[in-house]
């Protein structure tokens, strides 16, 4: 089955600095990749996405890479603000005779200092 | 408000004792699942239903049932509950049944502890 690796699991930053989170995959079949905000107390919120026939998304503050030959994909957020500061996951999904399993990543804990 | 909830929203039990989740969601989505949340571990989705009547198994179903007889709510349901299900639950629902698929939404979470 898909293995999605996330790294790091825990990212300090200043506010107004870059943030960098990246995930690799294993299964080359993966066509969609979500990233999700979760705040304290909260269910994910999906924040951006973007599929296998598209290489770079962006939404304002926001944007994400992919790299299907390498197989690995990152979640880039510039201007860092402390409401940023929350956990991040990255999945990957591949469809299955119709089915949708998705499979997340550990998640990433940013912390942006004021 | 469009929106998944979830009841209750934190709940303590014994091993054994059959409980239920309830999940409902008022945005008319065909697609809805449960995940569980552990710490280091990330989400793992435990069964999902493409439609009313149709339902399958995710990654982690052993110890879990569901049912979906009506388009707008998806219980979880423990029939015994062990401490391995001591977890965060997280419901979710999609708009879309079919590939390609759209934006999860998800509920506000469902604290369990089995003792």
């Known amino acids: 089955g898909e293995n999605v690796e996330q790294h790091p699991s825990t990212l300090s930053v200043q506010e107004g600095d870059s943030a960098v989170i990246k995930c690799t995959y294993s299964d080359s079949a993966s066509n969609y990749f979500p990233w999700y905000k979760q705040e304290l107390g909260k269910g994910p919120q999906l924040i951006i996405d973007?599929?296998?026939?598209?290489g770079e998304k962006k939404d304002q503050r926001i944007a994400v890479t992919l790299n299907k030959t390498a197989k690995h994909f990152s979640l880039h957020i510039t201007e860092t603000q402390p409401e940023d500061s929350a956990v991040y996951f990255c999945?990957?999904?591949?469809?299955?005779?119709?089915?949708?399993?998705?499979?997340f990543g550990r998640g990433t804990s940013l912390i942006v200092h004021p | 408000e469009a929106q998944v909830t979830q009841n209750p929203r934190y709940l303590i039990t014994v091993t054994g004792k059959k409980l239920t989740v309830t999940c409902s969601q008022n945005?008319?989505?065909?697609?809805m699942s449960w995940y569980r949340q552990d710490p280091g571990l990330g989400l793992r989705q435990i069964y999902y239903?493409?439609?009313?009547?149709?339902?399958d198994k995710g990654d982690v179903p052993e110890g879990y049932k569901v049912s979906r007889k009506e388009k707008r709510n998806f219980p979880l349901i423990l029939e015994s509950p062990s401490p391995n299900q001591t977890s965060l639950y997280f419901c979710?629902?999609?708009?879309?049944?079919?590939?390609?698929?759209?934006?999860?939404?998800f509920g506000p979470g469902t604290r369990l502890t089995v003792t």
């Open positions: 979710a629902s999609s708009p879309e049944g079919q590939l390609p698929l759209y934006e999860q939404y």
């Open positions: 945005m008319n989505h065909e697609y």
């Open positions: 999945a990957a999904s591949i469809e299955a005779g119709g089915s949708y399993i998705p499979t």
């Open positions: 239903s493409m439609n009313v009547e149709v339902t």
């Open positions: 973007i599929r296998s026939n598209v």
